[in-house]
C-alpha cells in the first residue's frame, strides 16, 4: 500500500509509521520535524500544514491510505479538500474527549458529542474536544463512506511523553520516602497501548474498515494499577499514604494531569471518562496485550528518560514531602 501519514514524528504517528514500513508499505510522512524525525525506510516531505494547501504541494497522491491525526479544523479541511479524492482510505485520529458526557461507564460510541467549533475557526488547547468534533464531521461530510474515526483515549507504553500513565511506577521505582497516593481504590483507569493502537489502525486501513470506533484498553481498576506498579519495583503496600480526595483538593493538588497532579485522578462527574466500551473495536479486530506488559514497557521508557527528570504531570518532591508530612500530622 501506498501510505501518506500526516504527521509521523510524534508518539502514535511515529509508531504508525514504524509498523508500516515494517510491514513492507510504501509510507510517506506530511511534517515540519521541528522536535524530531520520522522512522527510518520512511519518505519524508518537510510541509508546515499552516501554510494551508501548499503544504500538500509534494504529496498530491493517489494514496491507497491517508492517516491524519490534526486536531486543528482548519488545518483538517485543507488536508480533506486537497487529498480527499485521491485516497481510498482515509483515518481520522480523533479523541474520546469529544463526548459531551463523561459521567456513564460503559457508554458507546452512539453518546452524544460536544457541539463542533464553528467552522473556520482554529483549535486552541482549550477546545481540543470541540476541535475533534469539527473534524469527524468535516471528514464524513467529504470523504463520506471511505472514513475510519478513531476515538482513541489515553494512550501509554514507550515514546509517551505526557508523563500520565508513567508517574506511579516511575514514582514508585525511585523507592525514596514515602508516596502519596489518592485514596481511590476502585476508581477506573483504561490505557491503550501505543503499539497495539497502531497495529489496529494500520491493519483497518489495510481492511479497508470504516465507521466510528472507541479505541480504548480495557478498564482496570486504580489499586490493580498501582499495586502492579509496586510489584514491578519491589516497593511495600507500608511505603505509601492514601489521602482522601477531599484532602487532596483542600491542599490545591490538581486532577490527572499537569504541574502539581496526581495523574489519573480525575474530577467528580467523569467516572466515565476512562471507562467507555470499547466493545465495537473489539469486535472490529483491535487485539490488546496484557496491561501489565505496557506497564512494564511504560517503566523501562520512564527509566530511559531519567527518573528524576522535571516532569509534565505529578508532584514534585519536594511537594509530595510537605503533603505526607502534614497528612500524618493531621490523623494523629
Request: a negative charge; aromatic letters at 8%.
Amino acid at each position: 500500500m501506498r501510505i501518506l501519514v500526516l504527521g509521523g514524528t510524534a508518539f502514535l504517528s511515529a509508531e504508525i509509521a514504524r509498523q508500516a514500513v515494517a510491514s513492507g508499505h510504501s509510507v510517506t510522512c506530511l511534517a515540519r520535524g521541528t522536535s524530531a524525525s520520522p522512522p527510518d525506510g520512511v519518505t519524508w516531505v518537510r510541509g508546515d500544514r499552516s501554510m494551508g494547501a501548499a503544504a500538500f504541494a509534494e504529496v498530491g497522491g493517489p494514496w491507497d491510505s491517508v492517516i491524519d491525526v490534526s486536531r486543528d479544523p482548519v488545518q483538517a479541511r485543507e488536508a480533506l479538500d486537497v487529498l480527499g479524492h485521491v485516497a481510498g482510505h482515509w483515518t481520522f485520529i480523533s479523541s474520546c474527549s469529544v463526548y459531551a458526557d463523561n459521567t456513564v461507564p460503559g457508554a458507546d460510541e452512539s453518546a452524544a458529542l460536544l457541539e463542533p467549533l464553528p467552522e473556520g475557526r482554529p483549535g486552541t488547547p482549550e477546545t481540543y474536544g470541540e476541535s475533534k468534533s469539527a473534524i469527524e464531521d468535516m471528514t464524513l461530510a467529504l470523504v463520506g463512506e471511505k472514513t475510519h474515526i478513531v476515538r482513541a483515549g489515553l494512550i501509554g507504553g514507550p515514546g509517551d511523553g505526557s508523563d500520565r500513565y508513567g508517574y506511579w511506577p516511575a514514582r514508585f521505582a525511585v523507592n525514596s520516602e514515602t508516596v502519596l497516593v489518592p485514596d481511590i481504590p476502585d476508581a477506573a483507569t483504561q490505557i491503550i497501548d501505543v503499539r497495539d493502537l497502531a497495529a489496529w489502525i494500520l491493519r483497518s486501513a489495510e481492511q479497508g474498515l470504516t465507521g466510528t470506533y472507541n479505541a480504548l484498553g480495557d478498564v482496570v481498576k486504580f489499586d490493580d494499577y498501582i499495586s502492579a506498579s509496586q510489584r514491578l519495583v519491589g516497593t511495600a503496600a507500608e511505603d505509601t499514604v492514601r489521602p482522601t480526595e477531599d484532602w487532596l483538593v483542600e491542599q490545591g493538588v490538581d486532577y490527572w494531569s499537569g504541574p502539581d497532579s496526581l495523574p489519573l485522578w480525575l474530577p467528580p462527574g467523569h467516572e466515565g471518562f476512562q471507562a467507555r466500551s470499547n466493545r465495537a473495536a473489539r469486535n472490529a479486530g483491535m487485539t490488546l496485550r496484557p496491561w501489565q506488559e505496557t506497564l512494564a514497557a511504560t517503566l523501562a521508557y520512564e527509566q530511559q528518560r531519567g527518573l528524576e527528570r522535571e516532569r509534565k504531570a505529578g508532584l514534585s518532591r519536594d511537594r509530595e514531602r510537605k503533603l505526607v508530612a502534614l497528612w500524618r500530622e493531621q490523623q494523629r
